[in-house]
């Protein structure tokens, strides 16, 4: 018997912690300090999340089975034991890719609207 199919769309809309923790995982595994730092370098320091809200962030997406820890660990003369990694599971690219598609339909109604005025460039995304 196949587990049911869950809809990613039932955990919408993700908080601005999570979804940018599910982007840090998307190129692949990493632990919580680089999870940090990659997302207060991706949003050019805009967001910054601390140690309390990365933490309590991942044990929530533990729970939903967005991530998972990962057994294997790299060599302990190149990094410190006590770090965790984790990595997306199938089901949080889904809610990851479904996020990005709500977000972007977000962003073409603002680009609709006049509050904007040249604010905005239209293609942000390579290929829009």
Do not use: C, W
């Amino acid at each position: 018997m196949q587990p049911a199919t869950r809809n990613p769309d039932t955990l919408l809309p993700l908080s601005p912690a999570v979804f940018h923790i599910l982007l840090a995982l998307a190129d692949g595994e990493r632990h919580g300090y680089s999870i940090m730092q990659e997302i207060a370098a991706h949003t050019e320091g805009k967001l910054r999340i601390g140690p309390t809200t990365l933490y309590r962030s991942i044990k929530h997406m533990l729970a939903t089975g967005l991530i998972v820890e990962v057994a294997e660990r790299p060599d302990p003369e190149l990094d410190d034991e006590r770090r965790r990694y984790y990595r997306l599971t199938t089901f949080g690219q889904q809610v990851a890719r479904a996020e990005t598609l709500r977000l972007a339909q977000a962003l073409t109604v603002a680009r609709s609207k006049p509050l904007l005025g040249d604010v905005l460039p239209a293609p942000l995304i390579k290929g829009a």
